[in-house]
């Protein structure tokens, strides 16, 4: 597949290695070894595609395992220590997870859960840093949502990613990615359409979405700057 891409020179950013290892319950020395081992085949054929991972589950903060000889549990930092050990850190170029804060034991019924995204968002980063990603690490998003609460068809979602990107972006992520861009005959639905595939309703969030690519952040192939407040 990656040779097919470069052959045709399609503009490729990113490549994200596995998706959600951790609820697979992989250990990550396991998903490590077979990271390194598709690394080396891909870089045989596109010697400098960008490799990382590992798409971590939405999680409240760091991701454990079972514990190894030294009773550590992070997963991240077992991670990164096993490509350390053989020189391969050159291979992870970024960092992905995910980010679902309604489905971490909160509850995201009441509005007032708006409050407290900002400081759930430092906490999540924080933890990848202190288990060992580096600074010149770019870390990303890829996927995500306020889910639990009810659907993208309510205004306190559109407020959500509103303030969810603000928030991810002034942590330092280099890149969020929106998860549930689909159009269904659902009620909610990011885009609700009907029988003939035809646009029914705009919902909050795809309003949402729409002023912070087209208004916060100008629609051009050029770097933004972002001042925290």
């Not at 054929?45 to 550590?72: C, H, I, M, Q, Y």
Request: charge should be negative; include cysteine; proline fraction near 6%.
């Amino acid at each position: 597949e990656i040779a097919y891409l470069y052959k045709r020179k399609y503009p490729i950013s990113w490549i994200e290695m596995g998706e959600e290892a951790d609820g697979q319950r992989v250990l990550p020395e396991d998903y490590a070894t077979l990271y390194l081992q598709f690394a080396r085949a891909i870089h045989k054929l596109a010697p400098k595609a960008p490799l990382g991972g590992p798409a971590f589950e939405g999680t409240p903060g760091d991701v454990d395992s079972w514990a190894d000889a030294n009773g550590r549990v992070s997963f991240l930092g077992r991670f990164l220590d096993y490509l350390k050990a053989r020189d391969r850190l050159p291979d992870f170029t970024f960092f992905s997870f995910e980010h679902y804060p309604c489905m971490g034991g909160k509850a995201c019924a009441d509005w007032s859960s708006l409050y407290w995204e900002p400081a759930y968002v430092d906490h999540v980063v924080q933890a990848w840093k202190d288990n060992g990603l580096a600074p010149n690490v770019p870390f990303f998003m890829t996927e995500g949502n306020d889910l639990d609460e009810g659907s993208p068809g309510t205004v306190k979602s559109g407020l959500w990613l509103a303030d969810y990107v603000g928030s991810m972006l002034s942590a330092g992520a280099s890149g969020t990615y929106f998860f549930h861009y689909i159009a269904s005959g659902r009620r909610g639905a990011f885009l609700s359409i009907d029988d003939n595939g035809h646009v029914t309703r705009y919902s909050p969030q795809y309003v949402a979405a729409q002023v912070i690519t087209k208004e916060w952040a100008q629609p051009v192939d050029a770097s933004h700057k972002l001042f925290r407040a």
